[in-house]
């Protein structure tokens, strides 16, 4: 069992800055790979970028560029790193962690998630 928790969101005015993190439990944070989505509301929860765990990554379109992921697995913590924001990055993020070396973008390929943290973006 895996539990993951979110921190880091916020509010912040377009082209702003901000940087979730997602701590997890457990000893073997190393042998997940873990993703970030996001849901905005009326919305399917969406892909946003993914980390393997050999630190290979993976974004969606609508991010690159602007967002980094990362990993300390000394610390058993994720990062987003969320630059540039814009409104339309509005929503609430969830990380997860997937035990299987596939489907990085996949939303069901992951195994545990956080409870989400919400971010808002203003004009």
């Known amino acids: 069992q895996v539990q993951l928790v979110e921190s880091g969101g916020g509010s912040v005015q377009a082209g702003g800055s901000l940087r979730l993190s997602c701590a997890a439990s457990g000893r073997t944070f190393s042998s997940y790979g873990m993703g970030w989505f996001r849901q905005a509301p009326g919305k399917e929860r969406e892909f946003v970028v993914a980390?393997?765990?050999?630190?290979?990554?993976y974004y969606a379109d609508s991010v690159k560029g602007r967002f980094t992921i990362s990993r300390d697995n000394a610390e058993s913590t994720v990062y987003l790193q969320m630059n540039s924001l814009k409104p339309e990055d509005t929503a609430v993020y969830y990380c997860?962690?997937?035990?299987?070396?596939?489907?990085?973008?996949?939303?069901?390929?992951?195994?545990?998630w956080g409870q989400g943290t919400q971010v808002t973006v203003s004009s």
């Open positions: 997860a962690a997937r035990k299987s070396i596939m489907g990085a973008r996949i939303r069901d390929a992951y195994d545990y």
């Open positions: 980390i393997s765990r050999s630190g290979g990554t």
